[in-house]
Structure formats: structure tokens, C-alpha cells
């Protein structure tokens, strides 16, 4: 475990949530619990975040480019304006979550749960949703969507 990574999880365990601004660019967070944190504004891109429970966490305006959030628990998350370009979600959930104004192109989101997420002007372009979950999911245009 990394330097970084270890004093990450001291502060979260010794209950701060605020680590907005932080860098973890390429850092590994597999499976870790950072439910509620405030990364906004955080460098993640390229970080390993494979199950990770980020429930209720602000992720506003972080660079989270090339990461990996497969089966990543997103539930109520903050992701507007996130650039989650070339990430990988697959079958992360996303119940909830709000994008709006994310950057998600070329994304791989297969099998994502949107249900009741907002995608108000999310960029989508290239981005693979097949078999994605959605029940009352805010669509970039403003529709609704369900399966």
C-alpha cells in the first residue's frame, strides 16, 4: 500500500470526509469504503476504484479519465461536471447519482444501473451503455427514460 493511500484511509478512519482538491491520479482504492467523502475537484484519473463504495460522495468537477469503477457502488453520488472520459463502469451503480454536465465519452458503461440518475447535458458521445438499467433516468435532452 502507497504512502498516499495509507494516509487517506488514517484520515477517512479518523472520520474526515473532506478531501477535496486531493491528487490520487493512478492510486489504488480497489474495494475501499469512502461513502460521503468530498473529492470534489480530486485527480483520479487512470485510479483503480474496482467495487469501491462511494456512496453519497461529492465527486463535482474531479478527473476521474481512464478510471476503473467497475462495479463501483455510486448511489446518490455528485459526479456533476466529473470527467469520467474513456472510464470504465461497468455494472457500477449509478442509482440516483447525478451528471449532470459530466464528460462520459467513450466510457464503457455496460450493465450500469441509471435508475433515477440525471444526465442534464452529460456528454455521452462513444460512450458503449449496452443493457444499461434505467427507470426514470434524466437523459441528456431532459427525457425520461426507463427499460
Do not use: W
Amino acid at each position: 500500500m502507497s504512502r498516499k493511500t495509507e494516509d487517506l484511509f488514517n484520515r477517512y478512519a479518523a472520520g474526515e470526509r473532506n478531501f477535496s482538491g486531493i491528487s490520487l491520479d493512478g492510486i489504488d482504492l480497489c474495494g475501499v469504503d469512502l461513502s460521503g467523502a468530498d473529492l470534489s475537484n480530486s485527480g483520479l484519473g487512470e485510479a483503480y476504484l474496482e467495487e469501491a463504495n462511494l456512496e453519497g460522495a461529492n465527486l463535482r468537477n474531479a478527473h476521474l479519465g481512464q478510471a476503473c469503477l467497475v462495479k463501483a457502488n455510486l448511489r446518490n453520488a455528485d459526479l456533476s461536471g466529473a470527467n469520467l472520459g474513456f472510464s470504465y463502469l461497468s455494472r457500477t451503480d449509478l442509482t440516483n447519482a447525478k451528471l449532470v454536465n459530466a464528460y462520459l465519452s467513450a466510457a464503457d458503461m455496460i450493465g450500469t444501473n441509471l435508475t433515477r440518475s440525471d444526465l442534464t447535458g452529460a456528454d455521452l458521445e462513444g460512450a458503449y451503455m449496452e443493457r444499461c438499467v434505467y427507470s426514470n433516468t434524466i437523459m441528456p435532452d431532459g427525457t425520461i427514460r426507463n427499460s
